[in-house]
């Protein structure tokens, strides 16, 4: 008894038992479900048995015009929030970090307020305001611009629209905060050599900023690539369920929640899962390889 | 402050500089004004019948007139929705406090055992902290929901909490946070006879605080206003969080919107408050993957 006391107590086993924890959390909660999932992803699940079918999931996908539009939706909308969250929320973080901006405290909090909003509030206030009645604000907002009034939900642009409106509001203050981390990283000396040689706040910023806050722009990319690709529940609050008229808002998760939950069809749910992952994490691969986030050695 | 854009301190003001000025923060007042926008119109929305949102949907109305404090007087009154609303917030208010305590004390001493030892497997272990951010979450969730019904998580607090425990974020952030303590203090206290326990427990933790708060802070932000997993896993509607009660108000005949726009703006007035107390924690715990890489 005494011994196991004294084992316990060692510093060579003290490390793995703070760790215990983890290790226990990540086999059940994230081996297991993973493996589960790339399992069942080769059977047809039934209520009592589940059956190896091989391929077949995966080859009924290739054929699955409605998985094919939820792709496409998920990839347009990654693609859109790529162009909007990280070159706009990057200027405005240069501006907020200059000293030409009074009260700087007020607005950051304020541009962090649709991050404390849930999804199911936020949701419901954008898809209220979207309605296709010409008293609903968005509608009241292109009448003054002389456009008319839109079936915003009910058309393909205009729903793309919608969802990268939300996107927009929810968080670019988010990552104009995380910008504004990376660049008080940056060492201000840089800058005062750069003004002794006489360069302009263009050339700065594309000189330092840029190329500094590379790390910074890499993991807001990084993580944009996985939210834009698996983005499911801000669909499903604007359309205030998973349907929407010939799928214009089917994401690829809200497919998979679709299958998985609403048809229970465990198995062919969780192909579109593993057909996901594969291309978030090719993507994001191809991204940090092509950044050069590999070569250089982290320091630990 | 890395200024990019701006004069150096020494020169004088100069009328270009203020001009600039101006500019600059209209632009911060204009890009808020957008940001509060559909808020501040919710708000103002809560103040009327809720038909008027099915009817009219959402705009800004600043007709005071026609305002009222009916909805308010029903969801704080003495009737069916009013109880039901506020189990729901009780709910909410259970189920953040027990795992933003569980996530910060669990995530607390993984991260201990990360940064503060050094051992073969440490590095693998870490490594694998960061392998399960590379999955989103929405690809496990078939399995796990399979799994909770298979070890009757399903419709529990317990399903709803245990599985978010270990965050690897949060275990991230506690060790680079670590990561800057001086470890001579970890000798010293073996020295005195302190067990490793003890020393993780008496030593470490106190002088760890600022990363509890930023921690604690986006975890019950996170807590609070999770949906998907707590959708999948609550079955009761008196189990129910807040988000999922108030999504179950979202139907067609819009009977409901009273609730649901009044109790919409209360619900997101817990979070507000702990934000607005501890701002400067939260833009530090949120930024520290941003600046490391």
Not at chain 1, 148 to 167: E, P
Not at chain 2, 32 to 45: E, K
């Amino acid at each position: 008894m005494k011994g196991f006391r004294k084992f316990l107590y060692s510093q060579k086993t003290a490390p793995y038992v703070f760790v215990l924890p983890f290790i226990l959390s990540f086999a059940i909660f994230w081996i297991y479900p993973l493996f589960s999932a790339i399992i069942m992803s080769f059977q047809d699940i039934g209520a009592i048995s589940a059956d190896w079918i091989g391929f077949a999931n995966y080859q009924k996908l290739l054929k699955d015009k409605v998985f094919h539009t939820a792709m496409l939706n998920s990839a347009e909308y990654m693609l859109g929030t790529l162009l909007l969250l990280i070159p706009f929320p990057l200027l405005f973080a240069v501006l907020m970090d200059s000293r030409l901006v009074k009260a700087k405290g007020v607005w950051k909090a304020l541009l962090y307020l649709p991050a404390l909003t849930s999804v199911v509030i936020s949701g419901t206030l954008f898809r209220l305001m979207f309605t296709e009645y010409p008293t609903g604000q968005m509608n009241v907002l292109t009448q003054m611009l002389g456009l008319g009034t839109f079936k915003w939900l009910k058309i393909k642009t205009t729903s793309m629209a919608a969802l990268l409106i939300v996107c927009c509001w929810r968080w670019t203050g988010v990552n104009m905060l995380y910008f504004l981390s990376g660049l008080k990283a940056i060492d201000v000396s840089l800058y005062e050599a750069a003004d002794i040689d006489g360069a302009n706040g263009l050339q700065k910023f594309k000189f330092i900023t840029i190329p500094l806050i590379k790390p910074t722009t890499i993991y807001v990319l990084t993580i944009s690539i996985y939210a834009g690709l698996a983005m499911f529940l801000e669909s499903y609050m604007l359309w205030a369920g998973n349907s929407s008229p010939n799928n214009i808002g089917l994401t690829i998760v809200g497919y998979l929640y679709k299958r998985g939950i609403e048809k229970n069809d465990m198995g062919y749910a969780c192909a579109v899962g593993v057909v996901l992952m594969i291309i978030a994490l090719t993507i994001n691969v191809v991204q940090l390889v092509a950044n050069g986030t590999f070569k250089s050695d982290k320091e630990d | 402050m890395a200024g990019n854009l701006d004069m150096k301190d020494s020169k004088p003001k100069t009328r270009a500089t203020k001009i600039g000025s101006v500019f600059a923060t209209a632009f911060f007042v204009l890009l808020c004004a957008l940001i509060i926008f559909p808020v501040f119109a919710g708000l103002l929305a809560s103040f009327r019948p809720g038909t008027e949102l099915i009817r009219r949907g959402l705009a800004i109305n600043l007709d005071v007139s026609t305002m009222t404090l009916d909805n308010y007087k029903y969801l704080f009154g003495k009737n069916a929705d009013s109880v039901k609303y506020f189990m729901w917030y009780k709910n909410s208010l259970i189920i953040t406090l027990l795992s933003v305590a569980l996530t910060l004390i669990v995530c607390y001493f993984v991260a201990y055992g990360l940064s503060m030892y050094n051992y073969k497997l440490k590095n693998f272990l870490f490594f694998l902290v960061i392998a399960t951010m590379m999955v989103p979450f929405e690809i496990l969730m078939l399995p796990m929901y399979k799994e909770m019904i298979k070890i009757h998580l399903i419709d529990t607090y317990a399903g709803v909490i245990i599985p978010g425990i270990c965050g690897a974020s949060t275990i991230f952030f506690f060790k680079q946070y670590m990561q800057g303590l001086p470890k001579e203090l970890l000798d010293a206290a073996r020295i005195d006879g302190c067990t490793e326990y003890g020393i993780a427990v008496k030593i470490m933790l106190p002088i760890t605080k600022p990363a509890f708060a930023a921690m604690g802070i986006l975890c019950a932000m996170g807590s609070w206003n999770a949906i998907l997993w707590p959708l999948l896993v609550l079955k009761g509607a008196e189990k129910f969080t807040l988000p999922i009660g108030l999504n179950t108000l979202l139907t067609p005949y819009g009977n409901n919107y009273d609730v649901l726009i009044a109790g919409s703006m209360f619900g997101i007035l817990p979070i507000f408050i702990i934000f607005l107390i501890f701002q400067k924690y939260i833009i530090d715990g949120m930024t520290v993957g941003a600046v490391k890489g």
